[in-house]
């Protein structure tokens, strides 16, 4: 009885989905003040259905109602019940559930947090956020519903949740990525809001900045969780594999990244509208091809969800009604977007028109490389893949140049740096970055590397970059430092480039000094591994919640100081039978220890792998700082005051307009 | 003429969507193996059933051998499983399985509950001859015609619509070419 009644929360939740999308409309075309108002009732209604079909569909997994097909399939009665839980979102049907009730807390949040909007805008957003949930829902009720029974003859056990799955970063990467994509959902569409009433100032930039913000620093750290569990849980060391489905999540960051910088751009200089308005489009759009790429089977990937055509034609169907209307809205009506200021070459404006148009290069680049496979497969030249050389060739030199201007942007001003202002700003910052570039390597390792040069100078140039730029704006007229004077939304940019500087750093220093060695090893033996000595002392065999296993005893030291005790394990999971490779990893701030182990040899003896990766905690870190930096800006006080002036100032210019009609 | 411009995203759109429509009735699964046109290597392995003796690529009798490598850790497999039992009646073909990295019992008590549609089903636990022939996870399908020869594998769950397509016109082939080599 309970998954029918989440079947039918769901059903109810689309029927509330398809009012908001019509009934707001209406009342904007007839300007009927009660319909108008009605769109935020019906948003609260399509959140509360979807939130209780969700937490109906948990409740059946925590009481292993085995007659539920996807539960039969996902969980079983010998799962610990944090991974019950988890596992709703462990496969397709029920991570579609996640993703539409992602979708309704957005819309519900931004039909509480919008009282200081235009009530006109504000209907027109929700009612496109409406129709985005219309789309979605129906695809999961359609083609994916997780509620489907296995009747009369259920099975007594589940299948169990996948071993892969059954991990702490699995419990929350989903949600985090998923509030991710869809929040970009909240930039598109007020996007559309815009160009539907031709009205594309400013104010809808101001308005949407906060939420794309916020999506985007979801979508950071959901990918930054995704990769971190990439690395400890697949057991290779590996930390990114430009995997389809890795890009299917990196591409729309790129989008959005450059679409928060455009929002800027339009909201403070009013300028850059045609940008702004494209990257909104684009970005979302990539959201939807991604999850058409992964839930449609056309590209193969590691972890691409169960594969039925049927569902990749409805995707590709809905991502052309969403993609090819708001295209088509935007060549028909963004005809009297004018971008009247000036700005000159030394300025702002432009190293974020560089920034921006680095990133939609780099965007392209990859979604190319993503899509070349099924290119040439759809020319009938034959089955090719793409692999890492290729991103990285391209990638790579890419943000070296972004970076660059990254460390020029927040140093100039706004349409025109003053004469001599940029190099008195940039020669400090230039001369020392390179000099701890090239120091560096010398330090580290004792001999000079390309690659940690260029990596340190850039990093160290991005951080100094923003630290001075949050010193002049600390700087008082006495001279003083006042740095309470600094605003939110200032630091969380500087938060958030030092994130990146963060990462590339990790990046840098991985990719130049790590160290991986393959062994057998009998208990007893030892290896050095970059300074430290490991140690075997053979195995021991114990017993999970739900697997059995064998785990590997390794002693570490260092100069002969022990440092830790790593316990590496091979699992058998009793309901799936699938060995699992669990690494052991000793983390610290400089370096981690990673040690796998492979296959049992004869006597005792394992096979091993052993890595020394330094810095590789930084990687995942500088994510957080992204997404840290977003939070800061979001709270900034300047959102909340300055809406309501704009909103006096729409006021006086629509009763302008209203006069001269 | 700016106003032209403003459709060059949406044309661009267009024929990405054209292409991705093209790409859903694409296999990314029909893989190639390098296996094609080669000959089915030797083995020595049980069978499920009689696990006491080896059987090698002569015991597989039949002109055309359908090899299926399947598992119970595979859920896939399950769902191939019913497919598997309607093919196993086509005269033309005889149908072997090869138990891929798989618990004995785990299989055995699969066979009884599902029905068992192969003529015997190899227990390769170590997956030695998966790794031989290239075996990328389960299930696969390799068809081997009256020569020993390896002709075809096929990687994901057989149904209707993928028998029709994929497996039917080779059989056909396959009959022709053995009628030639007859006459």
Known sequence: ?661 | MKSIIRFIPLILFILLGVLLYRGLFLNPQAMPSAMIGKPLPNFQLPTLKATDQLFGRDDLKGNIVLLNVWATWCIQCKYEHPYLLEIALDPRIKLYGLNFTDDLNAALSWLKQYKDPYVFSLFDEQGALGLDIGVFGAPETFVIDHTGIIRKRFAGPINNVVWKEEFLPLIKTLEIEMANGAS
């Open chain 1, 1 to 661: 009885m309970i998954p029918e009644l989440g079947h039918f929360a769901l059903i109810i939740g689309l029927a509330f989905a398809l009012c908001l999308s019509i009934v707001p409309l209406i009342g904007v075309a007839q300007n009927n003040q009660q319909l108008i108002n009605s769109a935020k009732p019906l948003s609260f209604g399509l959140f509360l259905f979807v939130a209780i079909s969700i937490f109906l569909l948990g409740y059946s997994f925590t009481i292993d109602d085995f007659s539920v097909k996807y539960i039969a399939g996902h969980s079983n009665s010998l799962l610990p019940y944090y991974y019950k839980i988890s596992a709703v979102w462990g496969g397709h049907e029920g991570s579609m559930l996640l993703w539409v009730f992602a979708l309704t807390c957005w819309t519900f949040a931004v039909s509480v947090f919008s009282k200081q909007l235009e009530k006109e805008f504000v209907a027109r957003v929700l009612a496109i956020m409406g129709m985005i949930a219309v789309g979605f829902i129906l695809f999961t009720v359609l083609t994916s519903n997780p509620f489907e029974r296995l009747l009369p003859n259920f099975p007594l056990e589940g299948r169990d949740l996948n071993p892969l799955l059954q991990d702490f970063g699995l419990i929350i990467h989903p949600p985090m990525l998923y509030m991710g994509y869809v929040g970009f959902s909240v930039a598109f569409a007020f996007a559309i809001a815009a160009l539907m009433a031709g009205k594309m100032d400013a104010a809808w930039a101001r308005w949407s900045r906060p939420w794309t913000v916020a999506a985007w620093s979801f979508l950071s750290v959901g990918i930054a969780l995704g990769s971190w569990w990439a690395y400890y849980e697949l057991g290779w060391g590996g930390w990114w594999f430009w995997d389809p489905v890795e890009n299917a999540s990196f591409l729309p960051w790129l989008a959005g990244t450059a679409l928060i910088h455009a929002l800027a751009v339009t909201e403070q200089r009013n300028t850059f509208k045609h940008w702004t308005l494209l990257l909104a489009i684009f970005t979302f759009s990539l959201v939807l091809l991604g999850a058409f790429l992964v839930r449609s089977g056309v590209i193969t990937s590691v972890h691409s969800f169960a594969v039925d055509p049927e569902r990749g034609i409805y995707l590709l169907v809905f991502l052309a009604i969403a993609v090819g209307g708001a295209l088509t809205l935007y060549a028909l009506r963004a005809t009297n977007v004018s971008s009247p200021s000036r700005f000159t070459l030394y300025s702002r404006e432009s190293a974020i028109l560089v920034a921006m148009s680095i990133l939609v290069t780099a965007t392209v680049t990859i979604l190319l490389g993503t899509l070349y496979p099924l290119i040439i497969d759809a020319m009938g030249m034959g089955k090719i893949s793409v692999g890492a050389p290729y991103f990285n060739a391209v990638f790579v030199p890419m943000m070296i140049a972004l970076f660059l201007f990254m460390g020029v942007g927040p140093l100039t001003r706004w349409k025109k740096a003053r004469k001599g202002e940029l190099s008195k700003h940039l020669n400090g910052t230039s001369i020392f970055s390179v000099l701890f570039g090239a120091a560096w390597p010398f330090i580290f390792a004792g001999e000079f590397s390309l690659s940690a040069f260029i990596g340190m100078t850039l990093g160290c140039w991005i951080v100094l970059a923003v630290l001075k730029d949050v010193f002049n704006n600390a700087k008082q007229a006495d001279g003083s430092l006042k740095f309470s004077a600094v605003p939110l939304n200032h630091i969380g940019m500087a938060v958030a480039h030092a994130g990146i500087a963060i990462t590339v750093i990790g990046v840098t220093m991985v990719s130049t000094y790590e160290n991986e060695i393959n062994v057998k090893m009998a208990p007893g033996e030892s290896v050095n591994l970059s300074g430290y000595t490991i140690e075997f002392d053979g195995t021991k065999n114990i017993l999970g919640p739900n697997y059995s296993a064998i785990q590997g005893q390794l002693k570490v030291s260092i100069d002969g100081e022990f440092v830790t005790l790593l316990k590496p394990e091979l699992r058998t999971y009793k309901v799936q039978r699938m060995g699992m490779t669990e690494a052991a990893i000793h983390t610290n701030v400089w370096r981690d220890i990673y040690v796998a182990l492979g296959d049992p040899l004869e006597t005792n003896s394992w096979s091993m792998r052993l890595y020394y990766k330094p810095f590789i905690v930084w990687i995942w870190s500088g994510g957080f700082f992204m997404a840290l930096g977003g939070f800061l800006a979001i709270l900034s006080k300047r959102y909340r005051k300055r809406v309501l002036v704009t909103e006096q100032k729409l006021k006086q210019s629509t009763s302008a307009v209203l006069k001269e009609a």
